[in-house]
């Protein structure tokens, strides 16, 4: 499975984006699917994962109320991104773990697949 992520640019505090992922080569609707974000100077971190059925959900406090993430469980999922602050400036990647899994793991290290990453940038 090849991710690819899309979406990201620049914005002003309190504007919203929706981030996708588009997956090839394989039934993207058979994996956990999972955002993480890099800020300038930190480490990556989780932001939201979703489920197989797409019905479960678990997101970041971070984020939490903010952020949500989704799938049409076909070819691409989607993390619509409201009420951005400049803490949310960074790199955001998805990822999908293996089809045989099925937590929704906050663990980067449990995902096999990533996408190359989107730039998101929030101006005050």
């Known amino acids: 499975v090849q991710l690819q992520a899309s979406g990201g640019g620049l914005v002003q505090a309190g504007d919203s984006l929706r981030l996708s992922c588009a997956a090839s080569g394989g039934t993207f609707g058979n994996v956990v699917m999972g955002w993480f974000r890099r800020a300038p100077g930190k480490e990556r971190e989780f932001v939201a994962v979703?489920?197989?059925?797409?019905?479960?959900k678990d997101y970041a406090d971070s984020v939490k109320g903010r952020f949500t993430i989704s799938r049409d469980n076909a070819n691409t999922a989607y993390l619509q991104m409201n009420s951005l602050n400049p803490e949310d400036t960074a790199v955001y990647y998805c990822?999908?773990?293996?089809?045989?899994?099925?937590?929704?793991?906050?663990?980067?290290?449990?995902?096999?697949?990533w996408g190359q990453g989107t730039l998101v940038t929030v101006s005050s």
């Open positions: 990822a999908g773990r293996d089809r045989s899994q099925t937590f929704m793991s906050r663990s980067q290290s449990q995902y096999s697949y």
């Open positions: 979703i489920n197989k059925s797409g019905v479960r």
